[in-house]
């Protein structure tokens, strides 16, 4: 009695964990649906740095080219880069993963939920390694064109109102733009303008003078050439040489004999004008030859006695000088 029992309870206890293990096994097949090959497979950590993840949460998948290859292990703050999301990868995708690969986070179905799609890279760039930094950002969002939206129609409106204001203005007639567009005056004055430049150009062009000769002639143009060669040529000679010229240009001591010599000017200047302010006002022996009117005249008078005498010695010398040799 006491063996039936207990073989009656050891079948129990054996149809228990039966039972046990089916539901573990159910319930692991319509947990992980397919994936638990990718559980048990090695993971590699990634880090993408995202300034705005969008509503990002753990465990939220990893894919490449639309096959997930991973999850999000974490997601934290960090100072320098905004937010920092650690990535957890198959270790057989990483030969995939290029250092140059961008990180996405895209929605998924019509729900909003999130994941994290990484770009392949460049075929020639190096393999990412455990822990590199990729660069990523957030897609955007039904909201964040909307309020860009918004913000390009309230600008629209403010620019239709000030049109229409503008519009306004003009049909009154106030403003200068107004009158620029109602007056005929300024297309009438164009027209003239226009007129006049066309018969000044058609004069010019059958004209022979010597403003035609310098803009179709190009002697002018080739003897500025030849002149400004010239002048390189003399320019690089005096560079070079050491003659007079370049020692007139770079020797300080002409330039500081020319001052000396404009101070001395500037002094005799002074004096020569106190000498002439003295004879105005009749100072010294000068101031009153040029003062006095009868002084002068007799002065005058004397030269032309004198003149008178030398002309007529020159003429009969005899009459006033006497040789005798006894």
């Keep these: 009695m006491f063996d039936m029992k207990r073989q009656l309870m050891w079948s129990k206890l054996k149809v228990g964990v039966v039972i046990t293990l089916a539901l573990i096994t159910l319930f692991f097949t319509v947990f992980f649906a397919g994936g638990i090959e990718g559980l048990l497979s090695p993971k590699i950590n990634l880090k993408a740095q995202i300034q705005d993840v969008k509503g990002l949460r753990q465990g939220s998948p990893v894919w490449l080219s639309g096959i997930e290859i991973g999850s999000v292990r974490s997601i934290h703050l960090h100072p320098e880069f905004g937010t920092v999301v650690t990535l957890s990868v198959n270790k057989g995708a990483m030969k995939y993963v290029k250092k140059d690969s961008h990180a996405s986070v895209l929605t998924m179905g019509l729900l909003g939920d999130k994941y994290v799609e990484l770009s392949a890279g460049t075929h020639d760039a190096a393999s990412i390694q455990p822990g590199d930094m990729i660069a990523g950002a957030a897609q ?55 007129k006049s430049l066309s018969l000044g150009l058609k004069d010019f062009r059958h004209a022979q003078g010597t403003l035609k000769l310098l803009v179709e002639d190009p002697s002018l143009y080739n003897n500025l050439l030849a002149a400004s060669s010239s002048l390189e040529g003399l320019s690089r000679k005096m560079n070079e040489s050491s003659g007079t010229l370049k020692k007139m240009i770079e020797d300080p ?47 005058k008078d004397t030269v032309a006695e004198l003149r008178q005498l030398v002309k007529d010695i020159k003429t009969d010398p005899k009459k006033y000088f006497k040789f005798s040799v006894f």
């Design 253 to 299: 001591a002409l330039y500081n004999r020319l001052l000396t010599t404009t101070v001395s000017l500037e002094e005799f200047s002074t004096k020569f004008n106190s000498v002439l302010e003295k004879i105005d006002k009749g100072d010294g022996l000068a101031g009153t030859i040029v003062n006095d009117k009868e002084l002068a005249k007799e002065l």
């Design 140 to 194: 955007l969002e039904l909201k964040d064109v909307m309020e860009t939206g918004t913000v390009s129609i309230q600008r629209m409106s403010d620019f239709i109102k000030k049109l229409d204001n503008l519009l306004t203005k003009i049909e009154k007639g106030e403003g200068s733009l107004s009158k620029l567009l109602i007056d005929p005056a300024l297309y009438d004055n164009l027209a003239d303008a226009t």
